[in-house]
């Protein structure tokens, strides 16, 4: 048995000293509180029970014991006991269930059962694990200092991108399985793995027809443990330090690392959800609750709860998370999931001045780090162009919408494509905003891939096991004339053109564009749009397209080997159109005629632009857009052109490398139908 002694309340969780451990956890409304300590993970039995003394071992309403000689590979439980009055208060205390630690650094999963623990208030939770004293040598590792305006985000799956047996790793789907991949990635040319989230989550938080498939929660959107890494992503060793060598030889390889996070709620759920934490510890002020029944959970997420961001305690929480992947972990930024959700406040109405928004855009410690927001709820908060904050770059799901429409088609919209192409100037410059808030992107993990928004009409997500409820239903996709595979060869032709269409617009617009990792090889999720419970081929990258559609891979790197040669592209801030001090102007805009576009012709389909160099080395751009279904010719500007993207034609013809474009012998260029040119003018010869 170990001795104990009051301890310290501050900092929170499981801290090991030179003597023992030092334990601490927030709840205000407690009366009693226990900690549970175990010699492993499941041992069934606490190898001993302490219970704290309120005269003593609470400040401040933490509450706080230090254990002599205890030390690391202890793994421990909190229990505490206070008000249930649910529906008055908004409490739910109950002393018969194990509480994780919200500050654990790791933790395991090995005795949950979530649909037992929501039935049995004395079924295991989940436990934290203490790990040493922090010693990791980063050998002198910094963040990369990637500028946003330079960067080319690539959104993946640390356990899809290389459980794939084709992939060839060693240990499938964890932090150094993706090490193993990091020469891919730099020969791809990107500058930032984004993640989707890598906290530790509940797997077993789906939906009964989901679970009865047995299908889990793959995507991670279902967080309990915000400063643990999820263990099925590590060995088996300190996950602290497998996560940190993945950031590190990322980082020696030149590439960021941001992080996809999910503070707008957590793995409780709602009324019917598990306890597994924030419920037990502090239930009426972590959570948004109706005031009129606090029973009753706020949903503004979708998932049962929504998190009360903006609760002083919860925002410091947040932030004090933030801080510590950052300074800690050395991660280069965050995507925030449903981040509209942190600009309510505790009402749940929208805050132009949310304190845990700015207070993250103010933290010396994320200064130099990028923060992202999906600039939506679930709510009905739709925020893109408008996010609280300046520093704030925002998920553009307008251009995504807008550019799916064009290439598909639509009509009527070629104004609204150049606003979007050209850094939407519509959405941010009036707020004193630049390009780089834009971040652009076409397909992400939610959603289509790019070769099934080329090849499917509707969702097919019938093997999710919701009857294909589920997923969005408004995908602005076209399947080129057949649904699902084809084996007619104008189709997959057709599909191809249209695939490399879609990067080619996402590399040459201003703004920061993201691809989604495997549609550089076309990969498929045979239709399904919501891929979030499939761990399996479906979900997963598909390492066989690598060689099977060389092509595309090929094309994707060249277009961002182009966009890294053009600064012209990569703009910080608006293009203007406008002559300055005897230069040409910046952009140039063209339709069916040379400096004539065509913004009030409903029925026009033709758009050009031209990009004026910024480098001396640097050659001007052309970027000639035809959205109908028959060829056009168009004028080019004076000059002697070469053209280096063509989507019209196969590979290697589709893209060339610097240098090599098709020297054209005329003023003007035919632009095949349903395609896009992009060609560079000779330096020099203008």
């Known amino acids: 048995m170990f001795a104990t002694r009051p301890g310290d309340h501050l900092p929170a969780g499981a801290r090991p000293r030179e003597q023992g451990i030092n334990f601490s956890v927030f709840s205000r409304n407690a009366t009693r509180m226990w900690l549970h300590l175990y010699d492993s993970a499941t041992a069934l039995e606490p190898l001993q029970v302490i219970e704290l003394d309120p005269a003593t071992q609470r400040t401040f309403f933490f509450w706080h014991v230090f254990v002599e000689g205890a030390g690391p590979g202890l793994y421990y439980t909190w229990r505490a006991d206070g008000p249930s009055d649910t529906a008055v208060s908004g409490c739910c205390f109950d002393k018969r269930r194990d509480l994780l630690d919200p500050w654990a650094r790791a933790v395991?999963?090995?005795?949950?059962?979530?649909?037992?623990?929501?039935?049995?208030?004395?079924?295991?939770?989940?436990?934290?694990?203490?790990?040493?004293?922090?010693?990791?040598?980063?050998?002198?590792?910094?963040?990369?200092?990637?500028?946003l305006a330079d960067s080319i985000i690539y959104e993946l799956h640390v356990g899809g991108f290389t459980r794939d047996p084709d992939s060839g790793v060693t240990t499938p789907g964890t932090f150094s399985g993706l090490i193993e991949k990091i020469p891919y990635l730099t020969e791809l040319g990107i500058t930032h793995v984004e993640l989707l989230p890598i906290m530790a989550f509940d797997e077993q938080d789906v939906p009964d027809g989901v679970a009865k498939l047995g299908l889990s929660n793959f995507w991670g959107y279902s967080t309990y443990g915000f400063f643990a890494p999820h263990p099925a992503y590590t060995a088996g060793g300190d996950p602290r330090i497998e996560f940190r060598d993945m950031v590190k030889a990322l980082h020696r390889a030149g590439i960021g690392?941001?992080?996809?996070?999910?503070?707008?709620?957590?793995?409780?759920?709602?009324?019917?959800?598990?306890?597994?934490?924030?419920?037990?510890?502090?239930?009426?002020?972590?959570?948004?609750?109706?005031?009129?029944d606090r029973s009753h959970y706020r949903d503004f997420t979708g998932t049962g709860n929504t998190v009360n961001c903006n609760h002083p305690l919860v925002g410091r929480f947040i932030i004090d998370c933030l801080e510590y992947w950052a300074r800690?972990?050395?991660?280069?930024?965050?995507?925030?999931?449903?981040?509209?959700?942190?600009?309510?406040?505790?009402?749940?109405?929208?805050?132009?001045?949310?304190?845990v928004l700015w207070a993250a855009e103010f933290s010396t410690a994320l200064h130099d780090r990028h923060l992202i927001a999906e600039a939506w709820d679930a709510g009905g908060l739709y925020q893109v162009g408008d996010f609280p904050g300046y520093r704030w770059c925002e998920w553009n799901g307008d251009y995504r919408d807008v550019?799916?429409?064009?290439?598909?088609?639509?009509?009527?919209?070629?104004?609204?494509?150049?606003?979007?192409?050209?850094?939407?100037?519509?959405?941010?410059?009036?707020?004193?905003?630049?390009?780089?808030?834009?971040?652009?992107?076409?397909?992400?993990?939610?959603?289509?891939?790019?070769?099934?928004?080329v090849s499917y009409d509707h969702k097919h997500n019938e093997a999710n096991g919701e009857d294909n409820r589920d997923g969005s239903s408004h995908n602005y996709s076209w399947n080129c004339g057949q649904e699902g595979p084809s084996t007619e060869a104008a189709i997959n032709r057709l599909r191809s053109q249209q695939a490399?269409?879609?990067?080619t617009l996402l590399l040459v617009s201003q703004g920061v564009p993201m691809l989604l990792a495997g549609d550089e090889v076309l990969r498929s999720q045979k239709g399904n749009n919501n891929t979030y419970c499939q761990d399996n081929?479906?979900?997963?990258?598909?390492?066989?397209?690598?060689?099977k559609n060389w092509d595309m891979l090929r094309f994707?790197?060249?277009?961002?080997?182009?966009r890294h040669r053009h600064a012209t592209l990569r703009r910080e801030r608006f293009l203007t159109g406008e002559r300055r001090g005897g230069q040409p102007p910046d952009v140039a805009w063209h339709g069916a005629r040379l400096a004539e576009p065509d913004w009030h012709d409903e029925a026009a389909s033709l758009?050009?632009?031209?990009?004026?160099?910024?480098?001396?080395?640097?050659?001007?751009?052309?970027?000639?857009?035809?959205?109908?279904?028959?060829?056009?010719g168009m004028r080019l500007p004076a000059g002697q052109w070469r053209a280096v993207i063509e989507t019209a034609r196969p590979a290697p013809h589709d893209i060339r490398p610097a240098g090599e474009g098709r020297l054209l012998r005329s003023n003007r260029v035919v632009v095949p139908a349903r395609s896009c040119v992009v060609l560079e003018r000779e330096v020099g010869k203008a």
């Open 403 to 453: 550019i799916r429409q064009c290439v598909r088609g639509d009509g009527g919209r070629l104004g609204r494509l150049a606003s979007r192409v050209a850094g939407s100037s519509d959405l941010y410059a009036a707020a004193g905003r630049l390009p780089t808030n834009s971040i652009n992107f076409v397909t992400c993990h939610d959603g289509f891939t790019l070769q099934d928004l």
């Open 257 to 292: 690392v941001i992080l996809d996070v999910v503070f707008n709620h957590t793995a409780e759920g709602g009324a019917g959800g598990p306890i597994i934490n924030f419920k037990g510890f502090g239930n009426e002020f972590f959570y948004h609750l109706d005031p009129a």
């Open 556 to 562: 994707t790197r060249e277009l961002i080997a182009f």
């Open 537 to 547: 081929r479906m979900g997963w990258f598909d390492w066989s397209l690598v060689q």
């Open 108 to 147: 395991d999963a090995s005795l949950w059962d979530r649909d037992v623990a929501v039935l049995d208030p004395d079924a295991p939770g989940i436990r934290a694990r203490v790990l040493p004293q922090d010693g990791y040598d980063w050998e002198g590792d910094r963040p990369v200092g990637h500028g």
């Open 607 to 632: 758009i050009a632009f031209t990009l004026t160099a910024i480098d001396p080395d640097e050659s001007d751009v052309h970027v000639a857009i035809n959205l109908r279904a028959e060829s056009h």
């Open 328 to 355: 800690d972990m050395h991660v280069d930024g965050f995507r925030l999931d449903l981040a509209s959700v942190l600009a309510r406040g505790e009402d749940g109405e929208p805050m132009q001045h949310a304190p």
């Open 500 to 503: 490399r269409n879609f990067l």
